[in-house]
């Protein structure tokens, strides 16, 4: 079966809300088409994801990279047949790759950009979760110089994305659908793999969120990162993020809050059930950052209305220990996520076209946004909405900033610390960055239409000059701070200047 790569299309720009990506109304067709799983059109292949990857690397070789960071279990050992109690075809091992979507020719150089990092094929049987992922890269790379948003964050960021940690499991669970595998493909103990959310080197063997039977689906694997394919996440993850901002006893000072200077976010997709997820996962307990992990958690519920599924949280599930979401936050400090898509490890096309993913991306792209500094950005206001109207030598912009609409909007829960404040200044900047802003550089403070700034959410107005301004295209950026000093994610638009004299009428 083939797969005619359906198109992420953008409606408009994700505007920390507002605006909406739709994945299910438009299509389109690269010069080839890709092998999907049998009887899920929407899905492709293991070996179809590769090709399809292949080639948007080589169509937009400044936009995305693509290098093998480790090898599978299958690939690196080469066992024996005989060591497997199963009548299944052994998968001929893989690479595993790992994806830098970001502008190379960007201003800013690797060093000076935020990281976001984001994996999915983790468990075998959850057929969503690579699809989904990819739809994001796609999303990123076709909407470069097509949405404002995904423009600065492409040329400020970097999306690094590892869509299958585990590819000999998922060429079983492809190939053998009612296997339902999980796991990796390590025949030692039972013959039925290490499950590589339980692996990693951080609460690594705690009984309490990990089986040491060999035999049970969420098995920890003989020591901590003892399986291949969870050293290559682990190592690329550390060469992403910083060691500076990492404890020296990670599980030893674990009460201790790593503060607002971090940088970095790591998001793990898998299925099913409808949770975000965030440390901590080993124990039903908060961790020291929480108010920011907490806000950011609320403010992903606001695009997918997920459930949070976190310590200290009512729906919490059950623990998870040596897990990737803990791991992420406890060893390398990072804001750290996990996501429970659709209903089903084998997800219908249907739900997963019409509500997975236009629910889902709006939300990765926000997460993208605060890459730099999340545990700052996260706690600052959100412009909600921008309309412009280009007329009579100005561009008339009008924006909507709440500080309270994105994190106190999931039900069942009181307003968070981070949602009560007023809202105090929204600037304004033409053609420059707020983050790259320098004296002589056009930003002016945006005006508030009743008069008084003395809510949590605010419309305000502002006419930019368009005097001297070249004919074409220019980018306005927009920021909203609150009563604590907290600025919120930019937010963007493209505006279109015409030449003198000829009126023109934006998008409103």
């Known amino acids: 079966m083939k797969y005619h790569l359906f198109k992420t299309a953008l409606i408009a720009a994700v505007l920390n809300g507002s605006s909406t990506v739709d994945a299910s109304s438009s299509t389109r067709s690269l010069q080839n088409t890709y092998e999907t799983i049998n009887g899920r059109s929407c899905f492709r292949s293991l070996d179809g994801m590769i090709e399809s990857m292949t080639d948007l690397v080589a169509k937009y070789p400044d936009l995305i990279a693509m290098e093998s960071i480790g090898k599978s279990y299958i690939k690196k050992n080469n066992p024996s047949r005989s060591k497997y109690d199963m009548n299944y075809d052994l998968p001929p091992g893989y690479d595993i790759y790992a994806f830098n979507v970001t502008n190379a020719n960007s201003a800013r150089q690797s060093s000076e950009k935020g990281k976001m990092l984001i994996t999915s094929g983790v468990h075998a049987r959850e057929w969503a979760p690579p699809e989904l992922n990819a739809r994001f890269i796609e999303t990123l790379v076709e909407g470069y110089n097509t949405d404002a948003d995904i423009t600065w964050i492409m040329d400020h960021n970097e999306v690094h994305a590892i869509l299958y940690v585990n590819p000999d499991g998922r060429f079983i669970s492809e190939k053998y659908p009612s296997s339902y595998w999980r796991k990796n493909l390590n025949p030692e103990g039972c013959g039925n793999g290490v499950d590589l959310n339980r692996n990693l080197d951080f609460k690594w063997g705690d009984r309490n969120g990990a089986s040491n039977d060999p035999c049970a689906n969420d098995y920890h694997g003989t020591s901590a990162n003892s399986e291949p394919e969870t050293r290559a996440v682990v190592e690329y993850a550390k060469k992403l993020f910083p060691e500076d901002q990492r404890k020296d ?202 008069d008084n700034w003395d809510t949590s959410e605010e419309t305000v107005r502002y006419d930019v000059p368009t005097r001297g301004l070249s004919s074409g295209r220019h980018t306005i950026y927009v920021q909203a701070i609150d009563s604590r000093g907290y600025k919120g994610p930019v937010s963007s638009k493209f505006i279109d200047i015409p030449a003198q004299n000829s009126n023109l009428r934006g998008s409103s």
């Open 249 to 450: 006893d990670p599980e030893g000072q674990m009460s201790t809050a790593f503060g607002e200077d971090i940088t970095g976010v790591y998001i793990d997709i898998h299925a099913s059930g409808g949770y975000v997820y965030y440390p901590w996962g080993h124990r039903d307990a908060k961790s020291p950052d929480n108010e920011a992990l907490e806000a950011l958690g609320r403010k992903i519920s606001y695009f997918n209305s997920y459930k949070l599924w976190a310590g200290g949280q009512p729906d919490f599930m059950y623990e998870a220990a040596g897990d990737y979401s803990d791991y992420m936050y406890g060893a390398l400090g990072v804001a750290s996520f996990g996501y429970e898509i659709g209903d089903d490890f084998q997800q219908d096309c249907a739900r997963f076209e019409d509500e997975v993913v236009p629910i889902n991306l709006p939300s990765l792209i926000y997460a993208a946004k605060i890459a730099t500094k999340p545990y700052k950005d996260v706690k600052g206001p959100d412009v909600m909405e921008i309309n412009t109207r280009v007329f009579g030598g100005r561009v008339r912009v009008r924006a909507k900033a709440s500080d309270s609409k994105m994190v106190n909007s999931i039900t069942g829960f009181s307003n968070h610390p981070t949602g009560n404040q007023i809202i105090t200044n929204v600037y304004i900047y033409l053609d420059v960055h707020p983050d790259d802003y320098q004296v002589g550089d056009k930003k002016w403070n945006m005006e508030v239409l009743d």
